[in-house]
């Protein structure tokens, strides 16, 4: 006799067998209690959660002897000939392989014909998505007012294909992944039945396998028996949870557990070794890299929730190992891990060497730098964005050798500002020189990277009053982009003081890079001086007293400061200035199409133009009867002028053509600049980059 897998053997005859989806077995069981039964029902969910068998219980229930009813007897002919697929009323029709539109008219020439034997006349097509559009279109009509004898049960993996005209016309219900405890439960008492036993880990093992599908998990235990031999006859002995992922092919868990604590720990031998165990037992090294993201993603979870349950469907152990593991890695790390990881996925399913690119990915996250180091570079970065917006700086300050050997010990050490106290501004009548006291000895000797460039020649010693003389230190003006302007503005001691200067170095600042072997350049800016006004002498020659208003309130460029458009004030080569200020004057709605519009000839009251689209000139001759673009023509132009508009290539130049070359050559002359600045080339060099995008600021 030939044998019949678990999946058909143990198929679901009524309602009460259906596992895992509750909500839609009410549903229909209420319907058919009550009478309000649909003529048309859309099944849609993964492989193997019950949908084609849901339609066959649904088709029971219809034509049962008894029925309608929720709960057919199983014992009629009409009962017996639909489980064993020979009812004549009841016909399943495959999407995939009755695609066009032939197929549709064959199966609306049956519906015409009354049922033979049964109530009513049911078409289950599965696969419905695989129709073409000219099938769906010639099913419309009849799946919108169909015969009383015509039922119609649709099932599908994915609905996002199926018309809107065709979903608008059938209740759509929605199948669940079911859990992984209930296909366990389901798993055993299929077991007991066949007098087998796998243990828990086993079925474990085949329920996270079959990814929410009761018909794989059947299908992968029937591999399993297989697999085991003359244990599958042996009721006393069980089938063990290695047994189970050798006979599936599958990477356990204790292999991912080994890789995962060896990432974590950057132990770049132990990950070598799992590579290489894994690769040697003929299983998918893509799997093994996704295997670890997702153990990363439960680990990010848990982090984030407090605990991984409710969020993934694991078993009860492998949950407490987690939130365990969770507690003991640093968020960010976990996060930053994460991501690597997804981005090593796609690498390695492309490259003909996937081993090779699977040992690259893991070394990375193996070498990836410390978590202080890798938030003292996002420091760094955000200091240079802030230098080239022109905003103020703080000072970086030196750290002693962290105490701590954590992430998050480093991370904490890695700033630690000096109290610095500034200067009180001079009375009118009071010399210049003004005691400052410093609570951390400085050494202003040493070269300080500023953005401008500052002469103090006094030392400052710690709680020492100490008399600086305002010396007023020619500087270039540095501009926002970190150019050097024309002029030169002094700077005066004073100006220090009100410099938005909020800490300083315990210790010798260090000099810039090229400092030391007589380079003059501009420095990277560690400490934001604002260039004050020169002093003014008095009557008698003597320096003017320095005070806060003299100097002037430091112009700070806010960060979400709105950017003017460059091109406001250039002119644009082939526009007439009254058309661009006509256009410029317009709504964006009415500007949009006269942007397009080519100047062909401006006379003393008509202005002629052409367009290449035949949309636009419809738009032209609309618009141009419009009040509010009168009133913009007459405004630009000074008197009352016409538009005239014909569909043909005027041979200028449109405003926003003109407008896009001139923002293109802007933006290459940006660029050029930008790379040959000093300061950019010294970062280049510093970090070891290259210059991608320059933006305007």
């Known amino acids: ?177 079911i ?49 085991a031999g003359a244990l599958a006859d042996d009721s006393a002995t069980a089938i063990t949870g290695a047994q189970v992922t050798e006979a599936l092919g599958l990477i356990d868990r204790r292999t991912i557990a080994a890789l995962i604590d060896a990432v974590l720990g950057g132990d770049a031998r132990g990950c070598l070794a799992v590579v290489e165990s894994v690769f040697l037992r003929g299983f998918d090294l893509r799997q093994l890299l996704t295997l670890l993201a997702e153990e990363l993603r439960h680990v990010s979870v848990a982090q984030a929730t407090g605990t991984i349950r409710g969020f993934a469907d694991l078993a009860e152990d492998d949950i407490a190992r987690l939130d365990q593991r969770a507690a003991a890695v640093d968020p960010r790390d976990s996060l930053r891990l994460l991501g690597m990881a997804l981005d090593g996925i796609d690498v390695v399913a492309r490259t003909e060497d996937a081993r090779l690119a699977l040992e690259l990915v893991l070394l990375k996250m193996c070498r990836r730098a410390p978590l202080g180091d890798a938030l003292l570079i996002s420091e760094a970065l955000v200091r240079l964005d802030r230098l080239a917006r022109g905003q103020p700086v703080p000072p970086l300050v030196a750290r002693e050798p962290p105490t701590s050997t954590t992430a998050r010990g ?183 199409v006269f942007r397009l519009a080519r100047v062909k000839s401006i006379t003393d009251d008509l202005v002629d133009v052409g367009l290449v689209s035949s949309w636009g000139l419809d738009e032209v001759i609309r618009w141009s009867a419009d009040s509010t673009v009168i009133a913009a023509m007459d405004a630009a132009f000074g008197r009352r002028m016409r538009i005239t508009a014909v569909h043909e290539d005027a041979g200028g130049v449109s405003v926003h053509e003109a407008e896009e070359t001139l923002r293109r050559d802007l933006q290459s002359r940006l660029e050029a600049h930008a790379k040959a600045h000093p300061l950019v080339q010294k970062a280049v060099t510093l970090f070891g980059g290259e210059v991608r995008t320059v933006r305007r600021l």
């Not at 406001?568 to 009415?590: H, K, T």
Request: glycine letters at 6%.
């Open 1 to 177: 006799m030939t044998y019949q897998v678990l999946a058909r053997k143990y198929r679901p005859q009524s309602f009460h067998d259906v596992v895992g989806q509750d909500a839609v077995v009410q549903t229909i069981e209420r319907a058919l209690s009550t009478g309000r039964i649909a003529h048309a029902f859309l099944f849609t969910g993964s492989r193997g959660v019950g949908k084609t068998t849901l339609a066959r219980i649904l088709a029971r229930c219809l034509t049962c002897e008894q029925g309608p009813t929720s709960r057919p007897c199983g014992t009629c002919a009409m009962c017996r000939s639909i489980t064993v697929g020979q009812a004549v009323d009841v016909v399943e029709i495959d999407g995939a392989s009755n695609t066009g539109v032939d197929q549709v008219r064959g199966l609306q020439e049956m519906a015409r014909f009354l049922p033979q034997l049964a109530r009513f006349k049911i078409f289950i097509i599965d696969e419905v998505h695989m129709l073409s559009t000219n099938a769906f279109n010639a099913l419309l009509k009849t799946l919108e007012e169909p015969p009383p004898h015509l039922k119609f049960v649709f099932a599908t993996t994915e609905p996002h294909k199926i018309p809107v005209t065709v979903l608008s016309r059938c209740q759509r219900y929605d199948f669940r992944r």
């Open 179 to 227: 859990q992984s405890s209930l296909i366990v439960a389901r798993l055993q008492s299929v077991l007991a039945a066949e007098r087998v036993r796998i243990e828990p880990d086993g079925l474990d093992v085949i329920a996270r396998a079959a990814e929410g599908g009761m018909r794989d998990a059947l299908s992968l235990t029937d591999q399993v028996l297989s697999f």
């Open 410 to 592: 480093i991370a904490a050490q890695a700033f630690v500002p000096a109290a610095v106290t500034a200067p009180a501004p001079s009375p009118p009548s009071a010399p210049v020189e003004t005691p400052v006291s410093v609570a951390t000895p400085v050494s202003v000797a040493t070269p300080v990277s500023v953005a401008t460039p500052v002469s103090v020649a006094t030392p400052v010693s710690a709680a020492m009053p100490v008399s600086v003389a305002p010396v007023a230190t020619a500087a270039p003006v540095v501009s926002t982009a970190g150019v050097p302007a024309s002029s030169p503005t002094p700077v005066s001691a004073p100006s220090l003081a009100a410099s938005p200067l909020s800490s300083m170095s315990p210790s010798p600042a260090p000099a810039a890079p090229g400092a030391a072997d007589g380079e003059d350049e501009p420095a990277l800016a560690s400490v934001n001086v604002v260039p004050a006004a020169a002093p003014a002498e008095g009557d008698d020659g003597a320096p003017a007293s320095s005070s806060s208003s003299a100097a002037g309130p430091p112009v700070v460029v806010e960060e979400d400061e709105e950017i003017a458009d460059p091109l406001a004030n250039l002119p644009l080569p082939g526009v007439d200035e009254r058309w661009r200020a006509f256009v410029g004057s317009l709504q964006r709605q009415r500007a949009a």
